[in-house]
């Protein structure tokens, strides 16, 4: 048992290393979701919180449905998060996966 919690403390470790590394570009794709979430509120007549609303749940590609964009703007807008999205995800995906490698080196567990 002591031996997998030293795992799980490597793995965070591991994990905090690499999202300091890469700390400006996560930063970069959350304020695009949050600035281009506010202009799709304010194109559409949304409240700025329905906005951001829409902005991480477009970019987190879940799409509840529930905010609709209806104008050219937005929806272009709309599309640009979803990419933002699937790349935010395969980042955070990229760390877990290299900081998993990283935990496995560093406590032997691949014996």
């Known amino acids: 048992m002591k031996h997998t919690s030293h795992i799980r403390r490597e793995f965070y470790k591991a994990v905090g290393y690499y999202l300091r590394i890469t700390w400006p570009i ?4 959350l304020i695009v979701i949050v600035t281009f979430g506010l202009i799709i509120s304010y194109v559409e007549g949304w409240d700025p919180l329905d906005g951001v609303y829409f902005g991480f749940v477009t ?3 879940i799409g509840y449905g529930e905010l609709v964009p209806k104008l050219p703007l937005s929806r272009i807008l709309a599309i640009v998060l979803g990419f933002n999205g699937v790349l935010l995800t395969a980042i ?3 760390i877990s996966v ?3 490698e990283t935990a ?3 406590t032997g567990g691949d014996k």
């Open 92 to 94: 955070f995906a990229a």
């Open 98 to 100: 290299r900081a998993i």
């Open 26 to 29: 996560f930063s970069t794709m």
């Open 104 to 106: 496995v080196r560093v």
């Open 59 to 61: 970019g987190l590609t």
